[in-house]
T-cell receptor
Framework: GAVVSQHPSRVICKSGTSVKIECRSL??????MFWYRQFPKQSLMLMAT?????????EQGVEKDKFLINHASLTLSTLTVTSAHPEDSSFYIC??????????FGQGTRLTVV | GQNIDQPTEMTATEGAIVQINCTYQ??????LFWYQQHAGEAPTFLSY????GLEEKGRFSSFLSRSKGYSYLLLKELQMKDSASYLC???????????FGGGTRLMVKP
């Protein structure tokens, strides 16, 4: 079946550094991918919509210069958290829809900024 | 915009039946998903409803009423492993973006 692969699954970085998270669609082409953030005991909050070959669409309140999204191919979208701070520590999840009735999530990335 | 409400927490007994409700108010609607999420893991797909009525899948069933902006997830013969968060999510008119409710944390007790 369709699989969305996300890595790394866990990353610890120092404050001020940047972290890149990759999201790949393994057996289908995803023109659109979605990036979510989830804080402990909270639901998923949409950060941005990643469109292949064009600029990402960011939700209100999400800094586009801090959360850089690149969707250079139909199978890969990346989220780079730049100049990370402890408050950016969260669970980041990507998602892609392959049909009107199926949506799949990556495994998620647990980011800890120390 | 989208506004989705579901209870924060529920507790049920192993072997019992539990119903998790979800109400939504959306400017555009193109279906509703239910996901299960265990702590620290990504959500896994449970069901998708776009037409009114009940869809049954083994121990899990999902119901939708578009006129009432209401859905529920029904879990039968509860097992301990069903302890998880259950998220409902509506789909926008374009059929792409999912907006999630706050999630319902279900605890199944022996």
């Amino acid at each position: 079946g369709a699989v969305v692969s996300q890595h790394p699954s866990r990353v610890i970085c120092k404050s001020g550094t940047s972290v890149k998270i990759e999201c790949r669609s393994l057996d289908f082409q995803a023109t659109t991918m979605f990036w979510y953030r989830q804080f402990p005991k909270q639901s998923l909050m949409l950060m941005a919509t990643s469109n292949e070959g064009s600029k990402a669409t960011y939700e209100q309140g999400v800094e586009k210069d801090k959360f850089l999204i690149n969707h250079a191919s139909l199978t890969l979208s990346t989220l780079t958290v730049t100049s990370a701070h402890p408050e950016d520590s969260s669970f980041y999840i990507c998602s892609a829809r392959i049909s009107s009735t199926e949506a799949f999530f990556g495994q998620g990335t647990r980011l800890t900024v120390v | 915009g989208q506004n989705i409400d579901q209870p924060t927490e529920m507790t049920a007994t192993e072997g019992a039946i539990v119903q998790i409700n979800c109400t939504y108010q959306t400017s555009g609607f193109n279906g509703l998903f239910w996901y299960q999420q265990h702590a620290g893991e990504a959500p896994t797909f449970l069901s998708y409803n776009v037409l009114d009525g009940l869809e049954e899948k083994g121990r899990f069933s999902s119901f939708l009423s578009r006129s009432k902006g209401y859905s529920y997830l029904l879990l039968k013969e509860l097992q301990m492993k069903d302890s998880a968060s259950y998220l409902c999510a509506s789909v926008d008119n374009a059929g792409n973006m999912l907006t999630f409710g706050g999630g319902t944390r279900l605890m199944v007790k022996p």
